[in-house]
């Protein structure tokens, strides 16, 4: 599907909007940016296949590793690649979903899972909803 930087900056507005006021509030030192694609050295750093997308990334220290010497860092970065994204959606409701299912799972590396347990966490969750 076509999607303007515009237009994707407003869904991942919408879906910051629709996360639960508990965890937006627990949102801590965290920014949102919007590229176009992963570059060449975040592949090469992910060991991503060139067959492989990347919808998000988050970089920073997750609120679980944070001692009392944190402070005084950069904001944490949560970012969605806006042509993968619009790759892999037809619409814009498809694409309304998977940016929010990817700002879930940014947003769990911030407070501290892994791959790992956030896959195993997603398909809990899935089994609970369906």
């Keep these: 599907m076509r999607v303007s930087r515009q237009q994707l900056a407003a869904v991942i507005r919408k879906a910051l909007d629709r996360l639960p006021a508990v ?4 949102l801590n030192n965290v920014g949102f940016v919007l590229e176009e694609d992963p570059g060449p050295e ?18 920073g220290v997750p609120q679980s590793q944070r001692g009392l010497e944190y402070g005084q860092v ?11 994204l619009a790759a892999r959606c037809r619409d814009e409701k498809e694409l309304e979903e998977e940016v929010y299912d990817v ?5 769990g590396h ?17 089994r ?3």
């Design 23 to 26: 965890f937006r509030r627990r």
């Design 42 to 59: 975040v592949r090469k750093s992910l060991r991503l296949r060139a067959d492989e997308d990347l919808l998000g990334l988050y970089q």
């Design 74 to 84: 950069l904001p944490d970065k949560i970012t969605f690649f806006r042509r993968p």
């Design 103 to 107: 700002l879930w799972h940014e947003i």
């Design 110 to 126: 911030h407070f501290g899972f892994d791959d790992r347990q956030l896959r195993r966490l997603e398909r809990q969750t899935r």
């Design 128 to 130: 609970r909803t369906t």
